[in-house]
């Protein structure tokens, strides 16, 4: 009772024309961007059943943003809230026509949750409505109903501002998302070409060691094997700029099925080899090489098991 008997007060002396008072008042916009609309008590107030919007007085010793939280919380039990922007200076006119010493600050506060609980000595209806539909309640020829039409006004215009962001940062984050798109699409690509020409290289490669290891002893020094040695190298180091690496397996090994093939031996094609149940799961030969890009395996190594 103390805190309304103290409104009671500063409203006297304003109207004996005492201090400049300030009114703070809010748009609160719940997730569903609907606003809260209250209406007046039915008696034992001024502006009696007529719409309002939350707020109240500033008072001394009080900043603006305090008074506009701890009104909305007396008002409406709202208490999960965030203060937004500033978007109307209201100025009011007294009986004769002239600016009088009243000032209004009206915010918009964004409601995160909770149930509103009314004041009743203060509202005696509240509802979540929307903008447009309180628009066309609110009296444009009442002077307190017209401030706050202005007042809601204003807070359409902020939340059509709001949606367009809102559209802007998800257009944007959509563009961010399509150039890495585009990116992982150009990488893999890239990856798919690099792929192919190294599958096609590699057989040449193949062809390449195949002969020279067949050259004999007496003419390795040769001109014309120096020559193919170094064409082999030049393939080689291609595929080494490419990322391919040779698989580094060799006889002795476990055999390791993410990395290696195994085909039979000619023993066992004469159904010489020892049963399944005996082998050593050991790399016995490497009849082709496998290479790799990264940890991806693009021809697995040719091995026989013994």
């Known amino acids: 009772m103390k805190k309304e008997n103290k409104k009671e007060e500063i409203k006297m002396e304003i109207e004996k024309g005492c201090n400049t008072q ?25 502006n009696a059943k007529k719409y309002d919007l939350p707020g109240g007085w500033l008072e001394e010793g009080e900043s603006v943003i305090d008074t506009l939280k701890r009104e909305i919380q007396e008002e409406t039990s709202l208490v999960d809230i965030e203060v937004g922007g500033l978007i109307r200076f209201a100025e009011f006119e007294n009986e004769e026509g002239k600016i009088s010493k009243f000032r209004g600050l009206r915010f918009i506060v964004h409601n995160n949750g909770g149930e509103v609980k009314l004041n009743p000595r203060e509202h005696s209806e509240h509802e979540w409505i929307d903008i447009d539909k309180a628009i066309e309640k609110l009296n444009v ?3 307190f109903e017209k401030e706050k039409l202005d007042t809601v006004r204003e807070a359409k215009k902020y939340l059509e501002k709001e949606i367009a962001l809102d559209g802007w940062k998800r257009s944007l984050a959509e563009f961010e998302n399509y150039k890495k798109m585009q990116a992982e699409s150009q990488k893999d690509r890239i990856r798919y070409a690099t792929e192919n020409i190294v599958l096609q290289i590699i057989p040449v490669i193949d062809n390449f060691q195949v002969s020279t290891a067949h050259i004999p002893e007496d003419q390795k020094d040769g001109g014309w094997v120096q020559g193919i040695m170094y064409i082999q190298k030049q393939l080689e180091n291609v595929l080494a700029e490419n990322g391919v690496e040779e698989i580094n397996l060799k006889v002795g090994d476990n055999f390791d099925t993410s990395f290696c093939e195994a085909v039979l031996d000619s023993c066992c094609d004469k159904g010489q080899c020892e049963k399944k149940d005996k082998y050593k799961n050991k790399i016995k030969k490497v009849i082709l090489k496998g290479y790799k890009i990264g940890d991806k395996v693009i021809r697995p190594m040719r091995v026989v098991v013994e």
């Open 22 to 46: 300030l009114t703070i008042k809010a748009v609160i916009f719940n997730k569903e961007r609907k606003i809260l609309l209250l209406k007046r008590a039915d008696e034992g107030v001024k």
């Open 141 to 143: 020829k009442d002077s």
